[in-house]
């Protein structure tokens, strides 16, 4: 295949009347796909239908302490519930607390926190001057509406495949007391599907922040997420290495089952340091009397121990591991060789992220929704929705069917390649 930057302008005017003629026939089509949030589909939501039952006529209503969950008590979450998202998370049940139905509001409660009382006796942010915060780019637009919504200032920090790059990061965090925090998605990470490597992880935990109340939030939203048995990321522990590190309480890590049961319907956790979970813990006796324990309950009876939520997590690799490999060839048929785009191969996790020519992703976005399709909007991957170079766009393939995600990434590649063909003949 010829690069298309290699190409004459008149080979390129070819090109685009071919194109356009393309772009013409689909929207004939009239259709109306979605490739823009990471959403299971309905055939992964059935998966977990038992849950449904496991409450249902005369079950056991009572936790293993004896506790009516049916009824106010326990404010952090059944002691079975503890262990199997302690499970999940990698760490002690006494690390951790369970929360309601979605971690992304645990982590708008922890800098809402931070923000009126501050991080474990530290002044409240909202008393400082400025607060800024490090992003790792592209990343997980609702993270960065967050610290947006706060008016933290917001610092890009360029991704790699082996994580964030952790040289900017230890300058900036160790000269500027005003960064307090980091967000990251450490496996399978939204939108690239990288992991973060062990060297990585040992840097975040030897990390010597000027500010003593900076936290690296750890969203590990896809740890038990893996398309393939035999392939898998694996991602170092990192309480573990920062108990080490001398560093116990550096780190808010959070996980929830949204995409193992029902995204909106699961139950969240945050592990984290005695000292940390103590601070978490004086903040939620005021907010509730307690959470959700017959939805944990319910957790707890259908999955059972670790190996019950690996064995269900096969069953949606085998759903969305085609759907992954199928926009992976069209991708790679399609745009293969021609110079006019990158896109990432992931192993697990909801997204693959797409890099087009610079100047070309709002055009190419624009472009698919005009056709039918939706996408992510592009800059959402950057804080401010400013994607800097205007590339990045993020791919969700998990919610369409397969004949709705075949037809959807054709449309895209066809709008990639005009988008580009626009760009090179300066349009
Ligand atoms: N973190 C990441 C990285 C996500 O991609 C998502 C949503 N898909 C969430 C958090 C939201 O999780 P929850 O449903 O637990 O709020």
């Given at each position: 295949m010829e690069k298309y930057s290699e190409m004459s302008r008149e080979q390129l005017l070819a090109l685009k009347k071919e194109l356009d003629q393309q772009y013409a026939d689909i929207k004939a089509q009239g259709l109306a796909l979605d490739m823009s949030r990471g959403k299971p589909g309905t055939d992964q939501l059935d998966l977990s239908m038992g849950m449904m039952q496991v409450?249902?006529?005369?079950?056991?209503?009572?936790?293993e302490t004896g506790?009516?969950?049916?009824?106010?008590?326990?404010?952090?979450?059944?002691p079975e519930a503890k262990r199997l998202l302690g499970e999940i998370s990698e760490v002690?049940?006494?690390?951790i607390i369970i929360y309601g139905n979605s971690s992304l509001n645990v982590m708008f409660d922890s800098i809402a926190r931070s923000m009126t009382?501050?991080?474990?006796?530290?002044?409240?942010?909202?008393?400082?001057?400025k607060v800024k915060f490090l992003c790792p780019v592209p990343g997980y637009d609702r993270h960065f509406k967050i610290t947006e919504f706060f008016g933290i200032e917001m610092i890009n920090v360029p991704m790699t495949p082996e994580g964030p790059d952790m040289d900017m990061v230890e300058k900036l965090v160790s000269e500027d007391?005003?960064?307090k925090g980091i967000w990251c998605?450490?496996?399978?990470?939204?939108?690239?599907?990288y992991t973060y490597s062990a060297r990585t992880v040992q840097r975040f935990a030897n990390l010597k922040p000027a500010a003593p109340d900076f936290r690296i939030?750890?969203?590990?939203?896809?740890?038990?997420?893996?398309?393939?048995d035999e392939d898998q990321d694996f991602l170092l522990e990192i309480l573990t290495e920062c108990a080490k590190a001398g560093n116990p309480d550096i780190v808010y890590k959070f996980t929830s089952t949204s995409k193992i049961?029902?995204?909106?319907?699961g139950i969240a956790a945050v592990a984290a340091s005695k000292a940390n979970l103590e601070d978490f813990r004086k903040y939620m006796q005021i907010q509730t009397i307690g959470h959700d324990k017959l939805n944990q309950l319910r957790h707890v009876r259908f999955f059972k121990n670790l190996e019950g939520v690996h064995e269900h997590m096969r069953k949606h690799a085998n759903i969305i591991r085609p759907k992954f490999e199928l926009v992976l060839d069209i991708l790679n048929k399609?745009?293969?060789?021609?110079?006019?785009g990158q896109w990432t191969t992931p192993k697990g996790g909801y997204f693959i992220s797409f890099d087009s020519m610079k100047g070309c992703a709002k055009n190419i976005v624009a472009k698919a929704k005009e056709a039918g399709v939706v996408m992510?909007?592009?800059?959402?991957?950057?804080p401010y929705g400013k994607?800097?170079?205007?590339s990045n766009i993020r791919i969700a393939p998990?919610?369409?069917s397969m004949e709705e995600l075949e037809k959807a990434a054709y449309v895209f590649v066809v709008c990639v390649k005009l988008a580009s063909v626009e760009k090179l003949l300066g349009e």
């Open positions: 409450l249902a006529d005369g079950a056991e209503l009572k936790c506790v009516d969950c049916r009824n106010y008590g326990v404010i952090d979450g059944i002690d049940p006494e690390h009382h501050g991080v474990m006796g530290n002044t409240p942010w909202s008393k400082l001057d007391p005003a960064i998605v450490p496996k399978y990470s939204n939108p690239q599907g939030y750890w969203d590990n939203a896809y740890s038990v997420h893996h398309l393939y049961s029902f995204p909106g319907s399609e745009l293969g060789g021609l110079g006019i992510t909007g592009a800059g959402a991957t950057y994607d800097p170079e205007d998990t919610f369409p």
